[in-house]
Nanobody, 123 residues
Framework: QVQLVESGGGLVQAGGSLRLSCAVS????????MAWFRQAPGKEREFVTG????????SYADSVKGRFTISRDNAKNTVYLQMNSLKSEDTAVYYC????????????????WGQGTQVTVSS
């Protein structure tokens, strides 16, 4: 397992942008996947996007396609989530997660989690 620390959350108006960061401590194996999930009050945690650590392949939930972009800086061991055109329904706690295998969207597939960072979008 690795240790993950998110940052960058906050309050933003609808239509605005935020960038989240996830700093990774520990060694990621070459086939690792990094992902962002989110959980809104009263709802289940859901997959937002993921990236294959070595090759950079990505996957996005339909609800964020075209608005969110995941990227990684291998040298800094950091994953980013650029969020543009934010909507009120994007309000949630955002979690960074890691797994030592291919890209998957299931919560149970991931064994390392950050503490979460709150994103609030006001309308």
């Amino acid at each position: 397992q690795v240790q993950l620390v998110e940052s960058g959350g906050g309050l933003v108006q609808a239509g605005g942008s935020l960038r989240l960061s996830c700093a990774v401590s520990g060694r990621l194996v070459s086939r690792s996947t990094m992902a962002w999930f989110r959980q809104a009050p009263g709802k289940e945690r859901e997959f937002v996007t993921g990236i294959a650590w070595s090759i950079g392949g990505t996957s996005y939930a339909d609800s964020v396609k075209g608005r969110f972009t995941i990227s990684r800086d291998n040298a800094k061991n950091t994953v980013y989530l650029q969020m543009n055109s934010l909507k009120s329904e994007d309000t949630a706690v955002y979690y960074c997660a890691a797994r030592g295998g291919g890209l998957r969207a299931g919560v149970r597939e991931y064994d390392s989690w950050g503490q979460g960072t709150q994103v609030t979008v006001s309308s």
